[in-house]
DNA sequence: GTCTATACAGCGATAGAC
DNA sequence: GTCTATCGCTGTATAGAC
């Protein structure tokens, strides 16, 4: 494996599904993904991006004209790689509990490359976001919060799964407590932290 | 109730208790903790506090020398007040129940002021942080997860909290579910959906 | 304790050559 | 598609008057 595609690799390993066709825009979003994710798209400059990827500062614009269509991208990407990944997670005759297994796994995999979710950090920022990437991000966490309520109700359906309130209230409970979980585990540079919030999460969702 | 009065109890609903000094620096530190509180640390500038508090600059450089400087104060203060509330919910012998709903409470009049919890904030900026607020970040986390610890502990005690997992990883999930849930509901100006994603967990916890 | 004035670095963005 | 050069603005911070 060359030191490439393990450094893609670790970037998305949602959707790494061999060739891939590496475009400067791609690359572009890569570095600025990775960037945005550790340290907050506020805190995160064209020269920050253009220096790691070894051009100018011109260069990205040409590709992603202002900020906000550079921040927009960024989620749609990431949104529609998360959204394959919930997919694949589907395929078959998958136990409920074992797709909910796989989602918090998608989580901490994020966590373990010392990033927070994009679109978590996105939240924090939200405020200071130009209207679109507002939108995107609340699609991104209503897309997640679907895909968990069928989760929710076939694990309630066939047994497997407990719990108290209706699908949609515990799908935002599990999206809070994962989201949660890895913000706060970040500044103790923990990932046990994390792993022991989904684990106990799982725990009281499981039919005894 | 004068106008002053109401704005202030508004920003700090945890430690009202009656006439209140309000030095130069408190009220530069209520004015910051407002606007950090809700775009971030990085998104505020000197320019923002000074304009909404009516002066100029350079009067909050003498009152804090960096913005380090000023951030660090923001959290120490937050987090007395914070820590001042928890010890108001172990009075006589309240039960751990309702200690566990008092604490989620505080988090939900955080929100319900439009704000991040200031913590929680920081978390995700964490990254971009001067050392001495990153320290005191993981700190404020650190005593939270310690009060939880106590309640849980109690509760498991007298049999009305049930848990699967040890104290010290349950608190992690509490604290990780509230801070979560506040930072997805936002996007969603939704109160509701935090307080679903409360309910549910509390629920959860709660000794059939 | 607050002001005016200013220094200086960094930001997003554009013009125009190649 | 990428470069050099540069613009206008905003950021934190300081000097010195009052």
Redesign the interface.
Known sequence: MSPRSAGRSAILPMTHTGPVRSSSAERVLDVAENLVA???F??VSYADIAAQLGVSKPALHYHFAGKGDLGSALITRYASRFGAALTALDAAGTAPQTRLEGYAALYLAVLEEDR?CLC??L??????LPTPM?DA??DF?AANEAWLCTVLRDGRADGTLQ????P???A??I??????????????HDTA??K??A???L??LTAA
Chains 1, 2 share one sequence.
């Open positions: 550790q340290r907050g506020n805190a927070m978590g950090m939240a924090a920022e939200y405020r200071t507002q991000v609340r966490f719990f108290h309130g209706s949609p209230d515990t935002a409970m999206i809070g407590c994962l989201e949660g979980a890895m913000l706060v585990a970040r500044p103790f932290r994390f022991a919030a684990d106990n999460l725990a009281g």
